[in-house]
């Protein structure tokens, strides 16, 4: 991966900069995201908000309901409307939506949740660690990317 790495809305109007690379990165199948996305999942590159830099323009915070019930709060451009991440419980950490970096190869899912939801049509790699719903990080994440996530909801003085 080649970070720091930028990003944009369909417009240009947002422009933004993952500074590092992903802790992690989600591929969601749920009904809430194909919804929201109208695509069959969204890839979200999970990053800490501090390490995410607005290089233009201020995106619009809208808040939509989430399956948790603690909403989702999703940045979006004011202009054409796309969504370039997200917030849910935890502000300190953003949910890049990998699609709009300029060079989205650059953030391969992995993890594929809420499969149980997925449209059967999408076939996933064998290889691929997937969840008919959530997951325990704790399995999955490497140790650097589970320091670095403590580290971003850890109360600050």
Known sequence: MSFP???RCDCAAIRYRMH???????????????????????????????????????????????QSGRGQHIARCPTCKIAVWSSYSVPTIRFV??????????APPDVHI???SKQP?????????????????????PAASLARRAAAVAPRA
């Open 5 to 7: 790495a930028d990003g």
């Open 20 to 66: 590092v690379a992903p802790m992690f990165v989600h591929c969601c199948h749920c009904r809430w995201c194909q919804r929201e996305t109208g695509s069959a999942f969204v890839l979200n590159a999970l990053v800490e908000a501090d390490q995410l830099e607005v290089l233009a323009g201020s995106p619009e915070v809208v808040t939509t309901p989430s």
């Open 97 to 106: 939506r990998v699609g709009t970096l300029d060079n989205p190869d650059l």
């Open 114 to 116: 809420f499969t149980a």
């Open 121 to 141: 049509w999408v076939l996933l790699p064998p290889a691929a660690p997937v969840f008919a719903e959530y997951y325990d990080p704790s399995t999955l994440w």
